[in-house]
Protein backbone atom coordinates (compact mmCIF):
# COMPACT_ATOMS: atom_id res chain seq x y z
CA UNK A 1 0.00 0.00 0.00
CA UNK A 2 1.63 3.54 -1.18
CA UNK A 3 0.09 6.43 1.15
CA UNK A 4 0.72 10.09 0.10
CA UNK A 5 0.15 12.71 2.77
CA UNK A 6 0.14 16.72 2.03
CA UNK A 7 1.68 19.28 4.16
CA UNK A 8 3.87 17.54 6.79
CA UNK A 9 5.79 20.60 6.08
CA UNK A 10 4.40 24.09 5.34
CA UNK A 11 5.66 25.97 2.72
CA UNK A 12 7.81 28.20 4.96
CA UNK A 13 9.47 25.36 6.72
CA UNK A 14 10.40 23.94 3.31
CA UNK A 15 12.40 27.06 2.20
CA UNK A 16 13.73 27.21 5.96
CA UNK A 17 14.96 23.38 5.06
CA UNK A 18 16.16 24.56 1.97
CA UNK A 19 18.84 27.39 3.09
CA UNK A 20 19.85 25.31 5.98
CA UNK A 21 20.55 22.01 3.72
CA UNK A 22 22.06 24.21 0.40
CA UNK A 23 24.61 25.78 2.86
CA UNK A 24 25.87 22.17 4.33
CA UNK A 25 28.65 20.14 3.52
CA UNK A 26 26.65 17.45 0.95
CA UNK A 27 28.87 13.39 0.65
CA UNK A 28 28.36 10.60 -1.54
CA UNK A 29 25.27 8.71 -0.65
CA UNK A 30 27.11 5.65 -1.00
CA UNK A 31 27.55 6.05 2.81
CA UNK A 32 24.32 4.75 4.42
CA UNK A 33 23.62 1.99 1.24
CA UNK A 34 24.09 -2.08 1.62
CA UNK A 35 26.45 -3.59 -0.78
CA UNK A 36 23.73 -4.06 -3.51
CA UNK A 37 22.14 -0.50 -3.35
CA UNK A 38 25.47 0.93 -3.30
CA UNK A 39 26.19 -0.62 -6.73
CA UNK A 40 23.43 1.66 -8.24
CA UNK A 41 22.80 4.57 -6.06
CA UNK A 42 24.41 7.60 -7.55
CA UNK A 43 22.90 11.22 -5.12
CA UNK A 44 24.27 13.14 -2.56
CA UNK A 45 23.63 13.08 1.31
CA UNK A 46 23.93 14.73 4.25
CA UNK A 47 26.10 13.17 6.29
CA UNK A 48 23.97 11.12 8.12
CA UNK A 49 25.45 12.20 11.95
CA UNK A 50 26.06 15.89 11.39
CA UNK A 51 24.13 18.15 13.51
CA UNK A 52 22.04 19.64 10.45
CA UNK A 53 21.07 16.36 9.59
CA UNK A 54 19.85 16.03 13.48
CA UNK A 55 18.50 18.54 13.94
CA UNK A 56 16.26 19.13 10.95
CA UNK A 57 15.31 15.12 11.45
CA UNK A 58 14.31 16.14 14.76
CA UNK A 59 11.87 18.77 13.45
CA UNK A 60 10.16 16.19 10.74
CA UNK A 61 9.59 13.67 13.30
CA UNK A 62 7.87 15.96 15.57
CA UNK A 63 5.88 16.81 12.64
CA UNK A 64 4.67 13.46 11.69
CA UNK A 65 3.71 13.21 14.85
CA UNK A 66 1.59 15.77 14.25
CA UNK A 67 -0.22 14.38 11.13
CA UNK A 68 -3.11 12.60 11.55
CA UNK A 69 -3.17 10.72 8.73
CA UNK A 70 0.24 9.91 9.03
CA UNK A 71 0.25 8.34 12.20
CA UNK A 72 -3.12 6.27 10.86
CA UNK A 73 -1.47 5.07 8.10
CA UNK A 74 2.02 4.10 9.46
CA UNK A 75 1.00 3.05 12.98
CA UNK A 76 4.43 4.09 14.17
CA UNK A 77 6.38 2.05 16.79
CA UNK A 78 10.10 3.11 15.75
CA UNK A 79 11.00 6.10 13.52
CA UNK A 80 14.59 5.89 12.30
CA UNK A 81 16.49 9.55 12.39
CA UNK A 82 15.52 11.03 9.04
CA UNK A 83 18.28 11.66 6.45
CA UNK A 84 18.57 13.86 3.30
CA UNK A 85 19.58 13.74 0.10
CA UNK A 86 20.31 15.35 -3.21
CA UNK A 87 20.40 14.36 -6.98
CA UNK A 88 21.53 16.38 -9.37
CA UNK A 89 21.50 16.29 -13.15
CA UNK A 90 22.55 12.53 -14.35
CA UNK A 91 22.44 11.26 -10.76
CA UNK A 92 19.66 8.31 -9.67
CA UNK A 93 19.05 5.25 -8.13
CA UNK A 94 18.84 1.77 -9.88
CA UNK A 95 16.31 -1.19 -8.36
CA UNK A 96 16.70 -1.97 -4.83
CA UNK A 97 15.12 -3.39 -2.09
CA UNK A 98 16.14 -1.23 1.57
CA UNK A 99 18.05 -3.07 4.02
CA UNK A 100 15.57 -5.21 6.06
CA UNK A 101 17.42 -3.90 9.46
CA UNK A 102 18.62 -0.86 10.08
CA UNK A 103 21.15 0.81 13.15
CA UNK A 104 21.55 4.28 14.10
CA UNK A 105 25.40 4.72 15.86
CA UNK A 106 24.24 7.70 17.90
CA UNK A 107 21.09 6.91 19.59
CA UNK A 108 21.95 3.34 19.52
CA UNK A 109 18.36 2.52 18.15
CA UNK A 110 17.93 -0.69 15.51
CA UNK A 111 14.84 -0.78 13.79
CA UNK A 112 13.27 -3.59 11.60
CA UNK A 113 12.47 -1.47 8.60
CA UNK A 114 8.52 -2.36 7.81
CA UNK A 115 7.82 1.27 5.82
CA UNK A 116 9.93 3.65 3.51
CA UNK A 117 9.01 7.18 3.58
CA UNK A 118 10.15 9.87 1.29
CA UNK A 119 9.39 13.35 1.87
CA UNK A 120 9.53 15.78 -1.08
CA UNK A 121 11.50 18.66 -0.31
CA UNK A 122 11.84 20.55 -4.30
CA UNK A 123 8.81 21.75 -5.97
CA UNK A 124 8.02 19.25 -9.22
CA UNK A 125 9.24 22.14 -11.21
CA UNK A 126 12.36 22.44 -10.10
CA UNK A 127 13.64 19.29 -11.58
CA UNK A 128 12.48 16.78 -14.81
CA UNK A 129 13.30 13.07 -13.95
CA UNK A 130 13.77 12.20 -10.22
CA UNK A 131 10.64 10.09 -10.02
CA UNK A 132 10.48 7.63 -7.46
CA UNK A 133 8.87 4.11 -8.86
CA UNK A 134 7.51 1.59 -6.85
CA UNK A 135 6.36 -1.74 -7.36
CA UNK A 136 3.89 -3.65 -5.95
CA UNK A 137 1.07 -6.42 -6.45
CA UNK A 138 -0.26 -4.17 -8.76
CA UNK A 139 2.40 -3.05 -11.25
CA UNK A 140 4.62 0.39 -10.88
CA UNK A 141 3.68 3.63 -9.41
CA UNK A 142 4.91 6.80 -10.18
CA UNK A 143 5.05 9.19 -7.86
CA UNK A 144 6.30 13.39 -7.81
CA UNK A 145 5.08 15.35 -5.07
CA UNK A 146 4.77 19.12 -4.16
CA UNK A 147 7.73 20.10 -1.32
CA UNK A 148 6.21 19.20 1.79
CA UNK A 149 4.47 15.99 1.26
CA UNK A 150 5.68 12.47 1.70
CA UNK A 151 4.78 9.36 0.49
CA UNK A 152 4.49 6.05 2.31
CA UNK A 153 5.56 2.63 0.89
CA UNK A 154 6.54 -1.19 2.34
CA UNK A 155 10.62 -0.83 2.74
CA UNK A 156 9.68 -4.76 1.19
CA UNK A 157 9.12 -3.48 -2.24
CA UNK A 158 11.60 -2.72 -5.14
CA UNK A 159 11.84 0.84 -5.88
CA UNK A 160 14.29 3.47 -7.77
CA UNK A 161 14.68 7.05 -8.13
CA UNK A 162 14.32 7.63 -12.18
CA UNK A 163 17.72 9.72 -13.63
CA UNK A 164 17.54 13.97 -13.13
CA UNK A 165 17.26 15.49 -16.25
CA UNK A 166 17.09 18.96 -15.47
CA UNK A 167 17.35 20.81 -11.75
CA UNK A 168 18.19 18.87 -8.70
CA UNK A 169 15.72 16.91 -6.37
CA UNK A 170 16.25 17.22 -2.95
CA UNK A 171 14.35 14.92 -0.18
CA UNK A 172 14.75 13.51 2.95
CA UNK A 173 14.09 9.94 3.35
CA UNK A 174 13.79 7.57 6.35
CA UNK A 175 12.21 4.02 7.26
CA UNK A 176 10.42 3.19 10.73
CA UNK A 177 8.95 0.06 12.27
CA UNK A 178 5.16 0.13 12.85
CA UNK A 179 3.68 -1.97 15.36
CA UNK A 180 1.90 -3.74 12.89
CA UNK A 181 4.08 -6.00 11.16
CA UNK A 182 2.20 -6.82 8.21
CA UNK A 183 1.55 -4.24 5.39
CA UNK A 184 -1.97 -6.26 4.94
CA UNK A 185 -2.73 -6.41 8.43
CA UNK A 186 -1.77 -2.50 8.52
CA UNK A 187 -3.52 -1.65 5.38
CA UNK A 188 -6.89 -2.92 7.43
CA UNK A 189 -6.57 -0.94 10.27
CA UNK A 190 -5.73 1.86 7.79
CA UNK A 191 -9.01 1.32 5.33
CA UNK A 192 -10.86 0.56 8.61
CA UNK A 193 -9.89 4.07 10.32
CA UNK A 194 -10.42 6.04 7.19
CA UNK A 195 -14.02 4.58 6.98
CA UNK A 196 -15.04 5.21 10.86
CA UNK A 197 -13.79 9.23 10.61
CA UNK A 198 -16.15 9.16 7.06
CA UNK A 199 -18.63 8.15 9.32
CA UNK A 200 -17.81 10.20 12.41
CA UNK A 201 -17.81 13.41 10.26
CA UNK A 202 -21.11 12.79 9.23
CA UNK A 203 -23.38 10.67 12.02
CA UNK A 204 -22.58 11.30 16.15
CA UNK A 205 -19.27 10.16 17.63
CA UNK A 206 -21.13 8.33 19.85
CA UNK A 207 -23.76 6.71 17.58
CA UNK A 208 -23.89 2.89 18.71
CA UNK A 209 -22.68 1.48 14.93
CA UNK A 210 -19.54 4.04 15.55
CA UNK A 211 -19.14 3.14 18.75
CA UNK A 212 -18.67 -1.02 17.73
CA UNK A 213 -16.39 -0.17 14.50
CA UNK A 214 -14.40 1.82 17.30
CA UNK A 215 -14.18 -0.91 19.33
CA UNK A 216 -13.15 -3.59 16.62
CA UNK A 217 -10.54 -1.21 15.06
CA UNK A 218 -8.81 -0.73 18.77
CA UNK A 219 -9.39 -4.75 18.87
CA UNK A 220 -7.42 -5.48 15.73
CA UNK A 221 -4.67 -3.31 16.75
CA UNK A 222 -4.77 -5.11 20.06
CA UNK A 223 -4.51 -8.48 18.26
CA UNK A 224 -1.85 -7.54 16.13
CA UNK A 225 -0.41 -4.93 17.46
CA UNK A 226 4.00 -5.36 19.06
CA UNK A 227 4.50 -2.77 21.55
NI1 LIG B 1 15.62 2.73 -1.19
Redesign the pocket.
Known sequence: MLVCVPDVLSKAEVAEFRAVMDAAAWEDGRSTAGAQ?AMVKKNQQLPPNSETTRQLGERIVKALAACPLFVSAAIPRHIFPPLFNRYTVGQH?GV?V?NAVRGDHLSGMRIRTDL?VTLFLSEPDEYDGGELIVEDYYGSHQVKLPAGHLVLYPASSL?TVTPVTRGARVASFFWLQSMIRDDHARSLIFDLDTAIQGLVARLDRNDADVVRLTGIYHNLIRYWAEV
Do not use: E, I
Request: net charge negative; glycine share 0%; aromatic share 16%.
Open positions: SFHDSH
